[in-house]
């Protein structure tokens, strides 16, 4: 028989880092990446998680965290759109053509491999690894 859990015995795994990031993808990434507070509210005080100094570059601490719930060393990104483009392209320029007349196939929109990004200074992918490879 398993005895149950106090609640004071639960384990509450602390936020995910990556969920307190407020990220545009335009500009340079001083300037476009910021860490909400830990409540995550959009409106509070924001802090930019790259900070460019005179001394060179300083990231703020959540920079060294796990960018996921359970860290890992690699990760494959993928964009949803860009793997259907050529699939969705094919479809709508076949459609209105003869059998004997196809699409040029150097009209054919590239593929796009996913992105790898491995972790650099640990033993999994932090948030510093991950904005530093996804970040245009």
Known sequence: MEVPLR??????PPPMAGHR?????????????????????PDGAREPLLRQTPAGASWHPIA???MTHIPVASLTVKE???????????TINQEGFDEDV??????F?????????????????TVQDFV?????
């Open 132 to 136: 530093s490879a996804v970040h245009p």
């Open 80 to 90: 949803a759109h860009l793997d259907e483009w050529q699939e969705e392209w094919h």
């Open 21 to 41: 990031l407020l990220w545009t993808l335009q500009g340079p990434l001083n300037s476009s990446v910021f860490v909400l507070p830990e409540d995550r509210n």
């Open 102 to 107: 196809q699409p040029d196939p150097a009209d």
């Open 64 to 66: 060294q965290e796990p």
């Open 7 to 12: 609640s004071d015995q639960l384990y509450t």
């Open 109 to 125: 929109p590239p593929k796009f491999d996913p992105l790898v990004v491995r972790a650099s200074s640990r033993d999994f992918v």
